[in-house]
């Protein structure tokens, strides 16, 4: 009986293994955590109640504005087209994006609005935010602990004139009495508060709370809570978002972005215009310099009489001015040129590079310094959002640098080539002046201050056209911002959204309690029905017995004939039934019905008893012999003491007669166990067990023995040799599943016949995995498993039946909790 199968019988049916999923116990878990389910999804939507209930709304404000610049450049005549050709590219919408979430806007958003200090109102819940709505404005004048900024100061009114001031810094916390419009001295800073407006109601009591707030977290407030998103890249336009948890502030700072945003643009596009107004202006004042010069000169000359008219060569005279008009001309493009050459060694900025550009009204330069002036406005750009190094920064000095290299190039060119044209100019000019000179003698001092007091006239008109021009451009540049759609702040909160919360809650109500379903499921190895026995096992399964709760019974009793039309009776009495199938027996053969478990607990007294009892019933004279020695229980059932028993008679210290106890039913009659021995597995190994048991067959029809656990002990096992009918008890939902190993042991080993199991305790309410009260046939017997009975079961053998009363007590609880 020791010996382990170490392999399979070839003849055994292969059953369901673990790893497949059984439909009927899902159920069955399901069923049995219905509850738990229902309130796992009850806290989850509570649980999003009240996250709703402690979540401070989040509201956006938007707004679409267009980023194309316009400028009134038509207006301006052809001659003057060198300016014209500053018209502005197409907008980079990526870059302005960037300017929009850049630091320079950040700062001007804080300039324009009163971000320093954040307001709220303290609620029992949560705290509301206030935006230039609270009644009193706090002013920081001095700083002395930075562990001051992100820290709350309650404020709590006590009247008109005075407040009580209240913060925490440093595990320290400090409060003072202080009064409204004054200036206070404290330890870590000097505030004041001042009410809004004189008429300002106050309520006594009230609190609130303000927030000191640093540049650095401001900007991280802001940069945080702006999207900015392109909304027509065809028609340039861009969507500008900002949540916050106050509808009016969320509003203000959309519009304060959209201000600043104008402002710095506008500004951008007329820095050119400014630059050129300042050399323009620079080259006028220098010319009248010249002008007033000759003028003296002139005034001079005259005076002394050295004045000769020369009207007779007029027309060698004025080709010789109109040459020296086109070399002053070509010396001061010439000049441009060099300081051109010099602000390009000196790296300087391509605004003022523009501005002489366009004096010199070269479209080759004016090309190369407008792409240097676009490529030096990203790099800024790409300089303000990152701090380190980046291959966008290399690429873009690189691209600087090329450009530069083009426009040292093209200076060079421009100055070797007005060289030659000035020195060519110059000797016509000496030509003429020979050719003049040689036809009729003249004054030629006199002529030659005529001359340049004519071409710097000319040359200060010109310069003042210019400037007129460009006055034009710069008041012609408008922004194209048409506000599609105006800082507005949406309604409703975009942020907690209800259904949204709610449908979070619920699926993660459902999750979780799949999840314990599914734990439930995993850990689930208790025996829950009879198709579960039939997938592991072939042995015939006589019936099933349901759980009896009528009463709370401290231990097992005999029921059946209280209450004979009762489902159990009814089951008890379908098992009789099945046993005549199981056992057909002539008047010489009695039947001896053996009724056993793997562990105490199991119900094997109770079904042995009330079996023997609704035998007893039927008219067949049922003896019950208690032959668990170690722990007897049958006296308890009918109500009596264990005196003499069984050890007794194995021993001959008593006879049949004196130790056969009557019970309410005339029919039945039960030995007890009698006195604990000490060698209760030799005493049913004696040949006296056997003549006892020959014996009691000459009385009774039917002797049904309850035997110890099968899975502690070897009692039951020896027991099992003399009986026609072993009948194996498993509870459900308290045996394990690897017990029905321990019974396909004892039926492959062919040892017992006629071997059958009883699934006892079945809830009345199941309705799960074949429940049911009727009787069960059987078919071919199956072998499957080994004989492992688990070693741990046998301590508790000896003690109180520890689970089965801590599952009553937990019932009870449940049953507390959950009223059906």
Known sequence: MSEHTNSPNPDIETYQTNSDFDIDKFKFVLSKNFLWVILIF???????????????????????????????KSFLNDEYSFFNDMGYESVNMAGEMELLKSDIMYEGVMDSLN??????????????????????????????????????????????????????????????????????????????????????????????????????????????????????????????????????????I???????????????????HQRSLEYLNNQLRMIKDSLGKYEGNYKAYTTIDHFSELSDQAEIVEQIREMERGKIQLQNAFQNYEHLGKLIDADSSAIYLEAIATILEDSQLIEIISELRTIEERMERINQSYTNETVAQA????FIAKAEERLNEVVKFRTTLLEKEIQEQSFKIQALQKRFYQNIGGDPVLKKINKNL?????????????????????????????????????????????????????ALGVLLSVMLVMLRYVLQNKIYSTKQIERKTNIPILGVIPKYDKQQMQFSQLIVHKNP???????????????????????????????????????????????????????????????????????????????????????????IEDCLNDTAIDTLKYITAGPVPPNPSELIMSERFEELLTKLQEQFD???????????????????????????????????????????????????????????????????????????????????????????????YYEDDKEEKNSSVMAKLLNKVFRK
């Open 42 to 72: 009850i806290i989850s939507l509570i649980g999003a109640y009240l996250y709703l209930r402690w979540t401070p709304n989040v509201y956006r404000a938007y707004s679409i504005i267009k980023l194309e610049v316009r400028s009134s």
């Open 115 to 252: 971000l320093r200090v954040s307001y709220y109102t303290l609620g029992e819940v949560m705290d509301t935010e206030l935006f230039n709505s609270g009644p009193f404005e706090v002013t920081t004048h001095q700083v002395l602990n930075p562990a001051v900024y992100g820290i709350p100061f309650i404020v709590e009114v006590i009247d008109k004139d005075s407040y009580f001031l209240s913060y925490e810094v440093n595990y320290k916390t400090i409060g003072q009495r202080l009064s409204f419009g004054e200036l206070h001295n404290l330890t870590d800073l000097q505030l004041s508060l001042k009410l809004r407006t004189p008429s300002v109601d106050i309520i006594p009591q009230q609190k609130y709370k303000f927030v000191l707030n640093t540049s650095q977290q401001i900007k991280t407030y802001l940069a945080k809570n702006l999207v900015v998103n392109v909304d027509n890249r065809k028609a340039n336009t861009l969507i500008t978002n900002f949540e916050a948890t106050n509808k009016e502030k969320a509003t203000a």
């Open 395 to 398: 690429q873009h000095r690189e």
């Open 254 to 272: 959309v519009r304060a972005f959209n201000q600043n945003y104008i402002e710095k643009t506008l500004s951008n596009k007329n820095l050119v």
């Open 702 to 796: 039917v002797i049904v023995i309850d035997t110890p656990p099968a899975g502690l002990v070897t009692d039951s096992i020896i027991a099992m040799k003399y009986v026609t009918l072993p009948i194996y008890i498993m509870r459900a939902e308290y045996s394990k599943v690897s017990f029905i190993e321990n019974v396909n042991y004892l039926f492959n080993s062919k040892k017992f016949k006629n071997l059958s199991v009883i699934l006892n305790s079945v809830p009345t309410k199941a309705r799960y995995g074949g429940y049911g009260y009727g009787g069960y046939g059987y078919g071919g017997l199956n072998y499957s498993g080994y004989y492992s009975f688990d070693k741990h079961y046998g301590a508790g």
């Open 454 to 506: 004519a071409i710097y006239e000319e040359m200060a008109s010109m310069i003042t056209s210019k400037i007129i021009e460009v006055n034009i451009a710069k008041a012609g540049t408008v922004e194209d911002f048409r506000i599609i759609a105006p800082p507005t702040a949406i309604p409703v909160p975009v942020s907690p959204v209800p259904l949204k919360v709610f449908g979070i809650g619920g």
């Open 565 to 655: 039309k009762s489902s159990i009776s009814e089951a008890f009495r379908s098992i009789r039934t099945n046993l005549d199938f199981m056992v057909t027996t002539n008047n010489s053969e009695k039947r001896v019905i053996s009724v056993t478990s793997t562990v105490s607990g199991e119900g094997k007294t109770f079904v042995s008893t009330n079996l023997a009892g609704v035998i007893a019933l039927s008219g067949k004279k049922v003896v019950i012999l208690d032959l668990d020695l170690r722990k007897p229980k049958v006296h308890l059932a009918f109500g009596g003491n264990n005196l003499d028993g069984i050890s007794s008679l194995l021993i001959n210290k008593a006879s």
